[in-house]
């Protein structure tokens, strides 16, 4: 396949190869797999960007719970506390956790989300690029090329290792989500393909120890 990689040191060089962003080389990657045409490819994440904002905005505007009714109320809590006080991570901060928790509690509820990279983990990708698209101004088209960049990521580690929590613990889904939406910040805010793949890398290190592994 012309635009496959396994690994970032791969995805570096097929960037430089053909002097496209790690966006642009994922889409053409997807197309080549799928036999699908870019327009294509890009229409299906268009409907994964939408289901994942609803999903966000979803816990925070309506009253959910979760199917056992442990969980719902959270993403709430965290935007009322943004409104009454200072928050030690800061307002844009509170802003992705009130997303990525909404998602999760739209998941808990069984209402409808996109597993990125599972469902476990669905929350850390929406909450981190459509906070940062909505605070920075950035539009559909640039969030779906983020999500693209974030994807080149989900396919490096699932091509490497594993995205199941039962196989990998935590770290192969809440670490593998974080690194990808770094990948995906990073290409949005204006990085090269080496500071998005570096960011990857950093987050997979600093996420470990941190959970159940």
Do not use: W
């Amino acid at each position: 396949m012309k635009y496959n990689f396994t690994s970032g040191a791969e995805l570096l060089e097929k960037c430089n190869e053909f002097n496209m962003s790690m966006h642009e080389i994922c889409l053409e990657r997807e197309a080549e797999l799928s036999g699908l045409s870019k327009e294509e490819v890009r229409e299906k994440m268009r409907v994964s960007l939408n289901i994942m904002k609803a999903a966000t905005e979803k816990a925070v505007e309506e009253d959910i719970k979760s199917m056992g009714g442990l969980i719902g109320g959270e993403a709430k809590k965290l935007t009322k506390y943004r409104g009454l006080s200072r928050s030690v991570c800061g307002e844009l901060m509170n802003k992705a956790m009130v997303a990525a928790m909404g998602t999760m509690e739209v998941n808990a509820s069984m209402g409808l989300i996109v597993a990125a990279p599972t469902a476990g983990s669905c929350g850390i990708l929406p909450g981190a690029v459509v906070t940062i698209g909505k605070e920075y101004g950035f539009n559909d088209e640039e969030m779906i090329d983020a999500l693209f960049a974030a994807s080149a990521i989900g396919a490096i580690i699932t091509r490497n290792a594993t995205v199941s929590g039962a196989e990998g613990g935590c770290q192969a889904e809440t670490g593998a989500a974080a690194a990808m939406a770094s990948a995906g910040i990073v290409e949005m805010m204006g990085g090269s393909v080496e500071q998005a793949v570096h960011a990857a890398s950093h987050c997979l290190q600093t996420v470990m120890g941190l959970v159940c592994d």
